[in-house]
């Protein structure tokens, strides 16, 4: 009797073991499927696994929410990429055994339509995961390791809306396997500044295959610019841009928009004060003639800038056109009287020396008119002088030593050709050494818009048939001035 109950407990233990055995292993396959659908979730790969007989390798069949994928939007969507799509099929950009990624793809429609058409081992990344198609990230964090990509696609405008293009293009850049492939569908670029611009954003090893205009889908994006571009090597081989180089030659796309510039003033006017602030209405903005979203930073650099409200605050900050863009001030200022100021400005650096050709010591005199009233605060405008050109005895007005700075590898150091450079220059008669240098060191091709004030022996307001003797340049020698920076594609205007 003994036996028997000894021998029917230890089945009984044998039973219970069995099953806490089995539970624990339903316990652990429940918690990896937890783990795959719930943390990894965007798709099931060759190292993960799914438990639903209508889920694929690719993780699409089995939509977690239907009613949003049988919408007329998300069908309209769907039909859409799955013809483009097969279209860059059909071009050798994309195949079913191509590791892709979708950028910035809030919905994942076109993860989706990758994935139906056969590319299996796509995932797409936005702000916000949407399981089990898209995961959290954003275009310019990509959270995937360097090459990771055959094809990369950049859809609904997502570079152009992006607050940082430049890092965005990088990590596609990071991302993308050397003879990948990436797309992007623009609403811009539609003029030939930001369309190059947007090539800009890329190294060396990205090379334009093919470019084409498609109508959308919806009316966010009626029409479509879509841009193939290919990684022909490895980014370590890539010659990142050089500024430093003094070789600089404007592109020829540069030069048509200075066709479309206004007019220089070619008759020297009689009441320049007058003239040339009204020219003011009749500027052609770089801005409101191109698209500016392809640009790693907007950057506004007044040379000679005297006190905030002359022109940063009450010409710059509300009158040019800024497409919505935070612009970067540098208020390049050498007269200590306007220092204190610019303290308290948000967004303004400023560099407290006189814009020069080289660094040195220089004497900086106070010139004024005949008949100018002499105030603190606004002091007659500056003129810089090298030591050994210093002033004459018989100069009235006030003379400093100033420090001098090479404005033109200040500029080199300071911006980059992905970068909207603004300039406003005005130096009392200094341009006539500036903006050689600008061309000697290559610096000019780092400018994108310069306004230009030119410093002559003007007629005087006060005195009338008398000329200033602050300047020994003429009008027509400033004119010559305006035309070769024209003529060598640079967008000009005349300051006042």
Request: aromatic residues 12%.
């Amino acid at each position: 009797m003994a036996t028997l109950e000894h021998t029917a407990g230890k089945s009984n233990s044998f039973r219970s073991l069995l099953i806490r055995l089995l539970l624990l292993g339903v316990f652990i396959i429940g918690v990896r499927f937890a783990y795959v659908i719930v943390i990894a979730g965007e798709s099931c790969t060759v190292a993960d696994f799914c438990f639903s007989s209508s889920t694929t390798a690719g993780g699409a069949a089995s939509p977690a929410r239907p009613e949003i994928y049988t919408s007329k939007e998300w069908t309209n969507a769907v039909r859409f990429y799955s013809s483009v799509l097969k279209h860059l099929i059909a071009g050798g950009y994309l195949s079913p055994a191509s590791k892709s990624l979708c950028v910035e793809t809030p919905t994942g429609r076109d993860v989706f339509t990758m994935r139906e058409i056969g590319v299996k081992s796509t995932v797409g990344i936005s702000r916000k995961a949407v399981k089990p198609l898209v995961k959290s990230g954003r275009g310019h964090r990509i959270p995937f390791p360097t090459r990771s990509f055959d094809f990369i696609f950049s859809g609904e405008g997502s570079l152009e809306r992006s607050p940082f293009p430049a890092e965005f293009a990088a990590e596609v850049s990071r991302t993308l396997k050397p003879e990948g492939f990436a797309v992007f569908h623009l609403v811009n670029p539609n003029d030939t500044y930001s369309f190059n611009s947007f090539l800009d954003l890329f190294d060396s090893c990205f090379v334009l295959v093919k470019s084409r205009y498609i109508k959308g889908f919806d009316s966010s994006m009626p029409q479509i610019r879509e841009i193939v571009l290919k990684k022909e090597c490895d980014d370590v081989d890539a010659g990142g841009e050089d500024d430093s180089s003094d070789k600089c030659s404007v592109p020829e796309y540069k030069h048509d928009l200075v066709k479309n510039a206004e007019p220089l003033i070619s008759m020297e006017p009689l009441k320049p004060w007058i003239t040339l602030k009204r020219n003011l209405k009749n500027i052609k903005y770089l801005s409101s003639m191109v698209d500016i979203s392809f640009k790693r930073r907007y950057v506004y650099v007044d040379v000679g800038a005297r006190s905030y409200g002359s022109s940063i605050g009450s010409w710059f900050r509300k009158q040019y056109p800024k497409q919505n863009k935070t612009f970067h001030v540098y208020a390049i200022e050498a007269d200590r009287t306007f220092h204190p100021e610019y303290a308290l400005k948000k967004a303004v650096t400023l560099v407290p020396y006189a814009a020069w050709v080289k660094n040195e010591t220089l004497t900086f005199e106070i010139h004024r008119d005949p008949g100018e009233q002499v105030e603190v605060k606004g002091r007659g405008m500056g003129r810089i002088q090298p030591l050994q050109g210093s002033s004459s005895e018989d100069f009235d007005g006030e003379v400093e030593k100033i420090k001098g700075f090479d404005f033109a590898a200040w500029l080199k150091n300071t911006v980059s050709k992905n970068d909207f450079v603004v300039m406003k220059m005005d130096v009392e008669g200094t341009e006539f050494d500036l903006i050689p240098r600008l061309f000697e060191t290559g610096a000019i091709c780092l400018v994108d818009e310069i306004f230009l004030e030119c410093h002559y022996n003007r007629w005087q307001r006060c005195c009338p048939g008398q000329r200033s003797a602050k300047y020994e340049k003429t009008y027509d020698q400033c004119l010559q001035l305006f035309n070769s920076l024209r003529q060598s594609g640079v967008l000009v205007h005349q300051w006042w």
